[in-house]
């Protein structure tokens, strides 16, 4: 069975300081990967997406980077946090069909 | 680009009654429909999808939707909820899988005995 994990399961990071979140999917071969990030009490906004290894798409600027080293590992980053970068961030995988799973998230404050 | 709205914030609802959460959405081709939920402070599940073919679809937990294309809709049905089912219920559409998942603003249903 699949499964997808990420980490760390929650963060709180200084305003200016680099943040690097990942998401890991067990049990699938070449799935395609999502970031996306929800506001508190807010609706979800996709951000990146990949389909193969070393390639990402950027969906929304919010001074954020993506990564897809390996096969099934996804990295989100970024060298300087905002405030604004405050929320829950979800990773997400799907294969020939369109709907996807979603792992159970990470928690990131800035202060 | 597509769009979902659903234009109720919250729901409150007894245990044992019935549960509507409406859902519009906008999209000029035929969208892939979808309805997910979410518990706090998890990530979401997904409840049911629709693609083609019989437009009511059965999804977990004694949910089904209706699509209805004439008046762009994907309204999620229960027919007896359970406390459990409080939550954050979240409609969503995508036109193929590269653009992912277009979200609506989410409706929280809260059940009380």
């Known amino acids: 069975a699949q499964t997808i994990h990420q980490w760390p399961v929650a963060e709180i990071k200084a305003v200016g300081s680099p943040l690097s979140l990942g998401c890991t999917i067990k049990g699938k071969s070449s799935p395609n990967l999502y970031w996306y990030w929800q506001a508190t009490g807010g609706t979800l906004q996709q951000l990146f997406y990949?389909?193969?290894?070393?390639?990402v798409e950027s969906v929304v600027q919010l001074n954020l980077s993506a990564s897809r080293p390996k096969d099934d590992q996804f990295i989100l980053s970024t060298e300087k946090l905002l405030l604004s970068h405050s929320g829950f961030y979800l990773c997400?995988?799907?294969?020939?069909?369109?709907?996807?799973?979603f792992g159970p998230g990470t928690r990131l404050t800035v202060l | 680009a597509q769009s979902v709205t659903q234009p109720d914030a919250r729901v409150t609802v007894s245990e044992g009654a019935s549960l509507q959460l409406r859902c519009k959405y906008s999209?000029?081709?035929?969208?892939?429909l979808f309805w997910y939920v979410q518990y706090p402070r998890q990530g979401l599940q997904l409840l049911l999808k629709?693609?083609?073919?019989?437009?009511v679809v059965q999804g977990v937990n004694g949910f089904e939707a209706e699509f209805i294309k004439s008046n762009s809709s994907f309204h999620l049905r229960k027919a007896s909820v359970h406390w459990s089912d409080s939550a954050v219920y979240f409609c969503?559409?995508?036109?193929?899988?590269?653009?992912?998942?277009?979200f609506g603003l989410g409706t929280r249903v809260s059940v009380f005995p």
């Open positions: 997400a995988w799907s294969l020939e069909g369109v709907e996807q799973y």
């Open positions: 629709y693609y083609s073919g019989d437009p």
């Open positions: 999209y000029s081709g035929t969208p892939y």
């Open positions: 990949s389909i193969t290894v070393g390639q």
């Open positions: 969503a559409v995508s036109a193929n899988y590269a653009q992912g998942l277009t």
